[in-house]
C-alpha cells in the first residue's frame, strides 16, 4: 500500500480502510484552518476517533525545547481540571519524547521508571501512546493519547498518529504562518492609520492656532485615534489640573472642575513625565475624589462598569503643559495595549505642541490687547488735555478778564466769546463721547449709526467718503438688531479704519461698504492714499484694535495695502441676530465641533 504522502515515508500496511478514509480527510481539514486552536482541537478530535483514545493532549515546547510551555487537552472536563492544579511541564514520562524524539507506546503509564505518579484528583491513565510533532525537521511538541477503548495502543494506533502529527505539522505551520501575516498586517494597519491621525491632527493644528478650538480638535481626533469612551484635556492651573476640554460621554458639567497634582493619577502623570495607566477608570477617579472632597462620580465621564483608563502627560519640550486621559474602550472592556500606549503619547506630544503655541499666541494676543487699551487711553487723555482741558483754560481767562472789566461793549463781547469756546468744547466732548460709545449704535441700530459717523468723518477731515449700508435685518416695519458684540465689532472696525486714513493715509476718497449676505455681515473701507508697508501691518493702535476685535466677535479680518495704492480693509463676521444662539466654530480642518459632541 502506498504511502498518502511521499514526504511522509511511512509504513501503513497495518492500518485498515476505514481509518485510512479518516486520515485522508484530516488533512486537508487540519490545513484548512487558519487559527492555531482550532488546529489543535481539531487534532486532538481526530487523534481519539482514529485511536479509540479516551484523553488527547498537545504539550507545545517552550524555546528551549527543553520544557512545555503550553498543554491542550481533550477529554477532561473542567471541573476535573481545576482539581488536577497546574498543568504539566514535561517532566516523567512526558518528558522521555523530549529528549528522545521516537514515538513510545506503554502498556501501564505508572510502570515506567521515570514516571512521577498522577497528582490527586486525576483521573486514571494506563495505556500511552506520544507521537513528537515537528515542523520543517524542528521539534515543535508532542501528542500524547491516553485509556484507549479495547487495551493496549498497537502499531496500528501508532501509524495512524505518525500520519496526523505529519499533517499536524504542516497544518500548524501554515496556521502560524497566517497568524503571523495577519498579525503583521495588523500592525502595518495600525501604523498606518496612526500615520494618517498623526498627519491629519499635525496638518490641522499646524493652522489652528487659536487655543479653545485646538483643545476641541485635539480631544476630538484623539478619541478617534484611541477608540476610547471619553477624552479630557486637563491644564495647569495653579496645585491643580483643571478640565478644560473633552469629548464622547464626559459630561459638559465637568468643564472647570479642578484635579489635585498631588493624589491624583493625572498629577502623576503630569508631574513625572510618564504615562499612567489604571485598569478601572471608576476606582481610581473614586480615591481621588474622596481625597480631594469632589462631588464626581465616575458615570459623569463614561457609562456605568469597569473602564481601563490611561493618563498621559502632554510634554512641550521637556515641560509639561497639561495631561491627555483616555477613559474606557469602546469596544470591549480590554485594558489599553503598549501600542495604543505609544500611539497616544505620540498623539500627546503633537497636541503639546499645538497647544503651547496657541497658549503662547493667546499671551501675546493678551499682551497686544492690553497694550492697544493702554495707547487708547493715552489718546483719550491727550486729547482732553490738548483740546478740552487747553480750552476750558482759555475760557476760564476770558471769563476772569471780563469780569475785571466795566466796559458793556467789551463784557459782551467777552460773553460771545465764551459761549463759541464753550459751544466747541461741547462739540468735542460729544465727538469724544460718540468715539468712546454712541449713543446712536444703543439706541437705533449699526446703520444709522454707520450713517452718523460717516458723516461725522466728512464733516471733521474734508475727505469725499462714500458710503452704501445695506442690511436687510434693519429694513422694515419690525427691524431686528444684531448683537451687542456684532454690532460694536462692526461699527468699530469702520471708526478705526476712518481715523487711520485721516491721520495716515492721505487719501482724498474712501469707500464704505457694510452689507449682509448668506448669513455673514461684511465689512470694507478702501481709500486711495499712500498705502502702507505690509511689513508694518501689526504696528499701531488702530490695526491691532482692528485684529482683535475682528478675533473676539468670531470675525475673520484682512488688511492689504501697497506703498502709494491705498489700503483696503474687509472684515466678514456671523451674522448673530440678539435671541439667537452662536454659530458653531469651524475648525482648519473644515469641520463645525463644539468641544464635547
Given at each position: 500500500m502506498e504511502p498518502l504522502d511521499p514526504n511522509l515515508a511511512l509504513p501503513l500496511d497495518a492500518l485498515d480502510e476505514a481509518r485510512l478514509r479518516r486520515l485522508i480527510d484530516a488533512g486537508p481539514t487540519l490545513g484548512a484552518q487558519l487559527d492555531l486552536e482550532s488546529v489543535l482541537e481539531n487534532l486532538l478530535s481526530v487523534a481519539r476517533e482514529v485511536t479509540g483514545a479516551r484523553y488527547a493532549a498537545v504539550g507545545v515546547l517552550d524555546p528551549s525545547r527543553e520544557h512545555l510551555e503550553r498543554f491542550v487537552t481533550q477529554g477532561i472536563d473542567e471541573e476535573t481540571r481545576r482539581e488536577i492544579g497546574d498543568l504539566p511541564r514535561g517532566h516523567g514520562v512526558l518528558g522521555v519524547l523530549i529528549r528522545d524524539r521516537r514515538p513510545l507506546r506503554l502498556h501501564e503509564v505508572s510502570e515506567h521508571p521515570l514516571s512521577y505518579g498522577f497528582p490527586p484528583g486525576h483521573p486514571a491513565m494506563?495505556?500511552?501512546?506520544?507521537?513528537?510533532?515537528?515542523?520543517?525537521?524542528?521539534a515543535w511538541g508532542n501528542l500524547y493519547l491516553t485509556e484507549k477503548?479495547?487495551?493496549?495502543?498497537?502499531?496500528?494506533?501508532?501509524?495512524?498518529?505518525?500520519?496526523?502529527?505529519?499533517?499536524?505539522?504542516?497544518?500548524?505551520?501554515?496556521?502560524?504562518?497566517?497568524?503571523?501575516?495577519?498579525?503583521?498586517?495588523?500592525?502595518?494597519?495600525?501604523?498606518?492609520?496612526?500615520?494618517?491621525?498623526?498627519?491629519?491632527?499635525?496638518?490641522?493644528?499646524?493652522?489652528?492656532?487659536?487655543?479653545?478650538?485646538?483643545?476641541?480638535?485635539?480631544?476630538?481626533?484623539?478619541?478617534?485615534?484611541?477608540?476610547?469612551?471619553?477624552?479630557?484635556?486637563?491644564?495647569?492651573?495653579?496645585?491643580?489640573?483643571?478640565?478644560?476640554?473633552?469629548?464622547?460621554?464626559?459630561?459638559?458639567?465637568?468643564?472647570?472642575?479642578?484635579?489635585?497634582?498631588?493624589?491624583?493619577?493625572?498629577?502623576?502623570?503630569?508631574?513625572?513625565?510618564?504615562?499612567?495607566?489604571?485598569?478601572?477608570?471608576?476606582?481610581?477617579?473614586?480615591?481621588?475624589?474622596?481625597?480631594?472632597?469632589?462631588?464626581?462620580?465616575?458615570?459623569?465621564?463614561?457609562?456605568?462598569?469597569?473602564?481601563?483608563?490611561?493618563?498621559?502627560?502632554?510634554?512641550?519640550?521637556?515641560?509639561?503643559?497639561?495631561?491627555?486621559?483616555?477613559i474606557g474602550r469602546v469596544r470591549g472592556a480590554a485594558p489599553f495595549s503598549d501600542d495604543d500606549e505609544q500611539l497616544i503619547a505620540s498623539f500627546a506630544s503633537s497636541a503639546a505642541t499645538a497647544v503651547a503655541l496657541a497658549q503662547t499666541v493667546e499671551a501675546d494676543r493678551l499682551s497686544r490687547s492690553l497694550h492697544a487699551m493702554e495707547d487708547e487711553r493715552t489718546r483719550w487723555a491727550r486729547e482732553l488735555h490738548d483740546e478740552t482741558l487747553q480750552g476750558l483754560g482759555a475760557l476760564r481767562v476770558l471769563l476772569a478778564s471780563a469780569s475785571r472789566t466795566r466796559d458793556a461793549d467789551q463784557l459782551e463781547h467777552a460773553l460771545r466769546q465764551a459761549i463759541e469756546q464753550v459751544t466747541a468744547e461741547i462739540k468735542n466732548l460729544r465727538d469724544l463721547i460718540t468715539d468712546l460709545r454712541p449713543a446712536s449704535l444703543d439706541a437705533i441700530g449699526l446703520g444709522p449709526a454707520l450713517d452718523a459717523l460717516i458723516e461725522q468723518r466728512r464733516e471733521q477731515t474734508g475727505i469725499d467718503i462714500r458710503s452704501r449700508?445695506?442690511?436687510?435685518?434693519?429694513?422694515?416695519t419690525a427691524p431686528q438688531r444684531l448683537t451687542l458684540e456684532l454690532e460694536t465689532a462692526a461699527y468699530r472696525l469702520v471708526q478705526e479704519a476712518l481715523t487711520n486714513v485721516a491721520k495716515h493715509a492721505q487719501a482724498t476718497r474712501v469707500t464704505v461698504d457694510v452689507s449682509d449676505a448668506g448669513g455673514r455681515v461684511l465689512v470694507t473701507v478702501e481709500d486711495n492714499g499712500i498705502g502702507f508697508d505690509e511689513a508694518q501691518v501689526d504696528r499701531g493702535f488702530g490695526l491691532a484694535g482692528m485684529r482683535e476685535r475682528a478675533h473676539?466677535?468670531?470675525?475673520?479680518?484682512?488688511?492689504?495695502?501697497?506703498?502709494?495704492?491705498g489700503t483696503k480693509v474687509e472684515a466678514s463676521f456671523p451674522l448673530t441676530r440678539v435671541g439667537e444662539p452662536a454659530p458653531p466654530h469651524v475648525l482648519r480642518d473644515g469641520t463645525r465641533e463644539s468641544a464635547t459632541g
Open positions: 494506563r495505556s500511552f501512546l506520544g507521537v513528537p510533532v515537528e515542523i520543517n525537521g524542528q477503548a479495547n487495551g493496549d495502543f498497537g502499531e496500528a494506533d501508532e501509524q495512524a498518529v505518525r500520519v496526523l502529527a505529519r499533517w499536524a505539522g504542516l497544518a500548524i505551520d501554515h496556521a502560524r504562518y497566517h497568524e503571523q501575516t495577519a498579525a503583521q498586517r495588523d500592525e502595518l494597519a495600525y501604523a498606518m492609520r496612526a500615520l494618517e491621525a498623526t498627519t491629519l491632527i499635525s496638518r490641522s493644528l499646524g493652522t489652528e492656532i487659536e487655543l479653545e478650538p485646538t483643545l476641541e480638535l485635539v480631544v476630538k481626533r484623539g478619541r478617534a485615534l484611541a477608540d476610547a469612551r471619553s477624552m479630557l484635556i486637563m491644564l495647569r492651573d495653579g496645585d491643580h489640573l483643571v478640565i478644560t476640554a473633552m469629548a464622547g460621554e464626559a459630561s459638559t458639567d465637568l468643564r472647570g472642575v479642578a484635579l489635585p497634582l498631588q493624589g491624583s493619577a493625572s498629577g502623576k502623570a503630569f508631574l513625572t513625565g510618564e504615562v499612567q495607566s489604571a485598569p478601572d477608570f471608576a476606582e481610581q477617579l473614586g480615591m481621588t475624589a474622596r481625597r480631594a472632597g469632589l462631588a464626581i462620580s465616575p458615570e459623569q465621564f463614561a457609562s456605568p462598569g469597569k473602564h481601563p483608563a490611561l493618563f498621559v502627560p502632554m510634554l512641550y519640550r521637556g515641560r509639561a503643559v497639561g495631561t491627555l486621559n483616555a449700508i445695506e442690511l436687510e435685518f434693519e429694513a422694515g473676539l466677535a468670531g470675525g475673520e479680518l484682512t488688511i492689504a495695502g501697497e506703498e502709494g495704492r
